[in-house]
């Protein structure tokens, strides 16, 4: 395991590295299932580096869409046609319903071909999953993503990977084409573990910077100011710095909705239960994006979590 561990750093931490797999990366047919937000400029930046792209027919495809990239019946056309599968949808069932279902994934696939998961779903899921496609003499990859829209229309996602050693390097070059960080962690399922801590800590993070600008606000502080002045200090992060201008700027349209982060907790507290392990102030969490979602805000940005803090303390910031 340690060989393996110190050659996906390498990979991952090596621009020249990447920029050369990447160039001599040859034409390949890519399927792509799950054009939604980050699904299409992943496709998009997939379409850039060189490789045809086949999609599964959806009424919801865009002249845009339909002009760039090949359009298949179902994804068993897709999986027909292509090399390789890239799915991106929203949960579990999503995932399953695409390889599984009626005009699947896996009814098109031929030994030899490579699924690649880049949605965000359970961990006990995915090594079933893998078993499945594995059995059809097929390789399987979990590699969700972090970065929101914004780092998958600049290619500048974290991919966090399980998979065997050889899979991944087949698939790293395409890895390359949408993101900068990326990690093979371990085996099937590892990927997805490493996606729910991201999780816990991303809406912990919210959660933490949402009180303190209602706090600061509601104690007469100007809470733009109180944010520029935390960046300059320990309390700086990513979320301080794009989050909390959302906050304060009342920009609440997605970005990664809450109805999304409200599943990515429940499958940290779903696989907590399984390991015996308490997560409270993940609970606590999940609560307050279930208060949101009450109020209609289930589509909003995960921002709008602060919105829950802010009726408790009957006071807005901004």
């Not at 400029?41 to 090949?70: D, T």
């Not at 090399?83 to 579990?92: G, Q, R, S, Y």
């Not at 990927?191 to 606000?217: D, H, R």
Request: charged share 20%.
């Amino acid at each position: 395991m340690a060989p393996r561990a110190r050659r996906s750093r390498g990979w991952a931490g090596s621009r020249s590295t990447a920029r050369k797999s990447s160039k001599e990366t040859q034409h390949m047919k890519i399927g792509f299932v799950g054009l939604g937000i980050m699904g299409l400029p992943m496709a998009q930046n997939l379409a850039k580096g060189g490789h045809e792209i086949i999609v599964p027919e959806r009424k919801s495809l865009s002249a845009e869409s339909r002009a760039a990239f090949q359009v298949a019946a179902d994804a068993t056309a897709v999986a027909q046609a292509a090399e390789i599968i890239i799915l991106m949808v929203p949960d579990t069932p999503d995932v399953e319903r695409a390889l599984f279902g009626a005009g699947g994934v896996a009814a098109g696939l031929s030994k030899g071909k490579l699924v690649i998961d880049m949605s965000s779903i359970s961990p006990t899921a995915t090594k079933d999953f893998a078993a499945k496609i594995n059995a059809l003499g097929c390789d399987y990859i979990d590699a969700p993503v972090s970065g929101g829209e914004v780092g998958a229309k600049n290619a500048a996602l974290t991919i966090m990977i399980g998979a065997p050693q050889a899979a991944f390097d087949r698939a790293l070059p395409l890895f390359q084409l949408m993101g900068k960080n990326i990690t093979l962690v371990g085996e099937n399922g590892a990927g997805q573990v490493t996606k729910v801590a991201n999780q816990i800590i991303v809406a912990l993070n919210i959660e933490a910077v949402s009180e303190a600008l209602v706090f600061a606000s509601k104690a007469g502080a100007d809470p733009a100011k109180v944010r520029a002045a935390l960046m300059g200090g320990f309390a700086n992060s990513r979320i301080l710095e794009v989050h909390a201008e959302r906050m304060i700027n009342r920009t609440f349209n997605p970005g990664f909705r809450i109805e999304l982060h409200q599943k990515d907790l429940n499958l940290a507290l779903q696989s907590a239960k399984e390991l015996g392990v308490a997560l409270p102030n993940t609970a606590s969490t999940q609560q307050l994006f279930s208060a949101c979602a009450a109020m209609g805000g289930g589509g909003w940005d995960h921002s709008g979590l602060v919105q829950a803090l802010e009726k408790m303390a009957d006071h807005k910031i901004g």
